[in-house]
């Protein structure tokens, strides 16, 4: 993605001169695990479901603006009130919605980098400043103390459990702490929740904090990236916040009937969840007999975070010589050296793993 042209930094808003575009980095190969997507193929039933959805959706007419019937199974499903649910076109949309309601010039958004790199792209576009609280830079544990005491001076905090892309969460005793400290809101984006243990979710504090909200997605357990969905899950005057800046009809209508579908039919989902955590432990074991020369964290999220000398240069030969694609993070502040690598299949694993054992074993016979 190009940078704006010296002409259109002289137009744009003085802020924007600078902005460097998100850039996934995308480039077409054989196995792409590059943006943590669920790369196994939808439970039959469930296609079929959604493509009689879609058949049946006139397209003629504005989508309802709220999308009230998602909204109305969302929050059955999350055993709460329609109130309490705002659904978005992706994730992304939320946390952007989110800097732009309670954020602006002057105020204060902390989050705890290494984290997901749009919180601080979304907070510069409308002139947030961000306080990144560093996650301990051996562990990526987050930084309880210095958090909590950022949070009391916070319009907004941003907390990812599981995070990406250290694959840790969120401990619910810190969230709470940083509720009770931050006199603005509190996000914790559950991107990758369906993927954590039982018990993880901020949920189960909404009753408690009114400052909380949950943000989550059908990109990544539902494997409907493509549709962009997500919702976010709080107290009804959050929700009206969000329900007043949105752009009305930013979830389309083919996108309502298919997420609708998919939301009503989530139990099909529970295999491929189950076969993706095993699969994790299973590469993540794969990987760790790459030691020495890889490290690997622990994740409850669909992907792992490794570290390896020329990790770059890793990257690249995954990409050229075996049409891999995983991500490179070896440039991000604290991630030197580091790559993420979406768990895939167990094919695509496998691809993995074999490919990675020969690159290493190649830079060390080209290192002699
Ligand atoms: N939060 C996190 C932590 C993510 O990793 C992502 C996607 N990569 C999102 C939110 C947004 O997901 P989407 O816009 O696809 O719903």
């Not at 007419?61 to 909204?71: A, C, E, G, I, K």
Request: hydrophobic letters at 45%; glycine letters at 6%; one cysteine or more.
């Amino acid at each position: 993605m190009a940078e704006l042209s010296p002409r259109m930094r002289a137009l744009v808003q003085p802020h924007l001169a600078q902005i460097e575009p998100y850039d996934p980095a995308f480039a077409p190969c054989r196995i792409n695990l590059s943006a943590n997507e669920n790369t196994y193929p939808l439970p039959p039933a469930v296609r079929a479901a959604v493509d009689e959805a879609l058949v049946a959706t006139p397209l003629n007419r504005y989508p309802d603006p709220m999308s009230n019937d998602l909204r109305d199974e969302l929050a059955r499903w999350h055993g709460v009130g329609r109130e309490n649910i705002c659904v978005a076109n992706g994730g992304d949309e939320l946390i952007f919605n989110l800097m732009l309601a309670f954020g602006g010039p002057g105020r204060t958004l902390t989050t705890c980098p290494p984290d997901f790199s749009e919180y601080a792209f979304f907070a510069s576009l409308v002139q947030t400043p961000a306080n990144a609280v560093f996650r301990d830079p051996d562990t990526f544990a987050l930084r309880a103390d210095v958090l909590v005491r950022a949070a009391e001076g916070s319009n907004i905090v941003i907390l990812t459990s599981p995070n990406n892309p250290t694959g840790d969460l969120a401990p619910l005793e810190l969230v709470e702490r940083v509720c009770r400290a931050c006199p603005g809101v509190v996000l914790v984006d559950e991107a990758y929740g369906e993927f954590a243990p039982a018990g993880a979710s901020a949920e189960a504090l909404l009753d408690r904090h009114r400052n909380l909200m949950v943000l989550h997605t059908l990109s990544k357990a539902f494997g409907a990236a493509g549709i962009r969905a997500g919702y976010l899950v709080a107290a009804s005057d959050i929700i009206d916040v969000f329900a007043a800046v949105r752009q009305i009809y930013s979830v389309n209508v083919l996108t309502q009937a298919a997420a609708l579908a998919m939301v009503r039919a989530r139990d099909a989902y529970r295999t491929t969840v189950e076969a993706i955590v095993s699969e994790r432990e299973r590469l993540h074991a794969g990987l760790e007999r790459l030691a020495p020369r890889v490290r690997v964290w622990p994740s409850t999220a669909n992907f792992l975070l490794v570290r390896m000398a020329r990790a770059a240069e890793v990257r690249r030969r995954l990409r050229d010589d075996h049409s891999i694609l995983v991500r490179d993070f070896s440039a991000s502040p604290g991630l030197g050296d580091c790559l993420r690598v979406t768990v895939g299949t167990p094919e695509e694993n496998d691809a993995v793993l074999a490919a990675l054992a020969q690159i290493l074993d190649d830079l060390t016979e080209e290192e002699r």
